[in-house]
Nanobody, 114 residues
Framework: QVQLVESGGGLVQPGGSLRLSCVAS????????MSWYRQGPRKERELVAT????????NYGASVEGRFAISRDNAKNTVYLQMNSLKPEDTAVYFC???????WGQGTQVTVSS
C-alpha cells in the first residue's frame, strides 16, 4: 500500500532554515506528482508546493514563494521541501501528499520561534 513518511521537522529560530523529507513506498514514485501541505494552529490546511513527476515543473503557495523550494530524487523515492527565511507564521504541521488517490503522510511539526 501507499506509504508516505515525513521527517526533518523541529524547532528553528526566525530567519532559519529546515529541510523536510518525505520517503514514499508502495508505488512507482517517479510516475506521480507530489505535494507538500501544511496546517497551522487554528488554520485550514493549505497547499505549500507541488512538483511534477519528473521534477520539471513546480508551483508554490503565495505565502512561501521565493523562500521555499520543492525538489525530488526519484532514485531515492523522496520528495524534499527546503524552507529558508522561516517566519513564525510558518509554524505548522507539514504533510506530504500524493494528489492522485489522495494519499497523505502523518505529518511533521515545524515550529518557528525565538
Amino acid at each position: 500500500q501507499v506509504q508516505l513518511v515525513e521527517s526533518g521537522g523541529g524547532l528553528v529560530q526566525p530567519g532559519g532554515s529546515l529541510r523536510l523529507s518525505c520517503v514514499a513506498s508502495g508505488f512507482t514514485f517517479s510516475n506521480y506528482a507530489m505535494s507538500w501541505y501544511r496546517q497551522g494552529p487554528r488554520k485550514e490546511r493549505e497547499l505549500v508546493a507541488t512538483i511534477t513527476s519528473a521534477g520539471g515543473s513546480t508551483n508554490y503557495g503565495a505565502s512561501v514563494e521565493g523562500r521555499f523550494a520543492i525538489s525530488r530524487d526519484n532514485a531515492k523515492n523522496t520528495v524534499y521541501l527546503q524552507m529558508n527565511s522561516l517566519k513564525p507564521e510558518d509554524t505548522a504541521v507539514y504533510f506530504c501528499r500524493r494528489p492522485y488517490g489522495n494519499h497523505w503522510g502523518q505529518g511533521t511539526q515545524v515550529t518557528v520561534s525565538s
